[in-house]
């Protein structure tokens, strides 16, 4: 599986700075069709990162079926260990950031409103499977459950 992604030039730059992490362990779960299963605040989840344990879970379960699948599975991977990247860079729980830094900090809050009204605008919870990317229906779906858990 890492073979065929050390061959893609942006991909071999990241995964040579996820090596340096010498404690990380990436775990594939080829039994359950949920990575979700490992985190219950992560429900139809593909692939998860836990900061604290340094781990990556990846849903493997349908990768050993055909070719389709084994790439959906190295995406999520590649996906789960840029999160591993940034946290090993800035050192704050994945945030592209470090700790103190308010400036960028409030840049990214910026941006992530931004696309939060986009996200409305063009996903609503009638078209969000149909019309929406999974990453922007992930963030999508982030957003209304902070806003239902924060009342934001």
Request: charged share 30%; aromatic share 10%.
């Amino acid at each position: 599986m890492f073979r065929n992604l050390f061959e893609i030039d942006e991909a071999r730059i990241i995964l040579k700075i996820a090596a340096q992490n010498h404690d990380l362990w990436i775990i594939f779960d080829f039994d359950n069709p949920d990575a979700g299963d490992m985190n219950p605040h992560a429900r139809n989840a593909l692939g998860i990162i836990n900061y604290t344990m340094n781990q990556i879970f990846v849903n493997a379960y349908e990768a050993l079926i055909d070719d389709k699948k084994k790439r959906k599975a190295r995406r999520i991977l590649m996906h789960e260990i840029c999160h591993s990247v940034i946290d090993s860079v800035f050192e704050n729980n994945g945030r592209p950031y470090y700790e103190n830094d308010n400036i960028r900090e409030a840049k990214l809050e910026e941006i992530l409103e931004s696309y939060k009204e986009i996200i409305s605008n063009e996903c609503t919870h009638n078209n969000i499977k149909d019309a929406c990317d999974g990453i922007i229906q992930g963030v999508f779906n982030r957003f209304v459950m902070c806003e239902n858990m924060c009342g934001t």
